[in-house]
Nanobody, 125 residues
């Protein structure tokens, strides 16, 4: 089992920035590719960003390209999501997820094995 705990969410004005963190425990963190997803009220969970096991490969949803950056620190068992130029439509619960079945990135939520409890991000206009 892998336990994932997100933090860093909060209330920010449009144009502002937040940095989300997700700390993993339970298994060797570097064996897992990681992803960030989000779910807004009344909407399905959607992919935001992913990073491979080593950190050298990343993948982004079109709506976050150029604004969000995913990174990881395997020594700290942590994956980050730096979010800049935030918009009201970025308001959602953000979840991190771990993928152990393959080393690369993936956009499908079904490709991930473990999930955190989520952290709320609210962007005011």
């Amino acid at each position: 089992q892998v336990q994932l705990v997100e933090s860093g969410g909060g209330l920010v004005q449009a144009g502002g920035s937040l940095r989300l963190s997700c700390v993993a425990s339970g298994r060797t963190f570097s064996n897992y590719a990681m992803g960030w997803f989000r779910q807004a009220p009344g909407k399905e969970r959607e992919f935001a960003a992913a990073i491979n096991r080593g950190g050298g490969g990343t993948l982004y949803a079109d709506f976050v390209k150029g604004r969000f950056t995913i990174s990881r620190d395997n020594a700290r068992n942590t994956v980050y999501l730096q979010m800049n130029s935030l918009k009201p439509e970025d308001t959602a619960v953000y979840y991190c997820a771990a993928r152990g079945r393959a080393s690369g990135t993936a956009q499908s939520s079904g490709s991930y094995d473990y999930w955190g409890q989520g952290t709320q991000v609210t962007v005011s206009s």
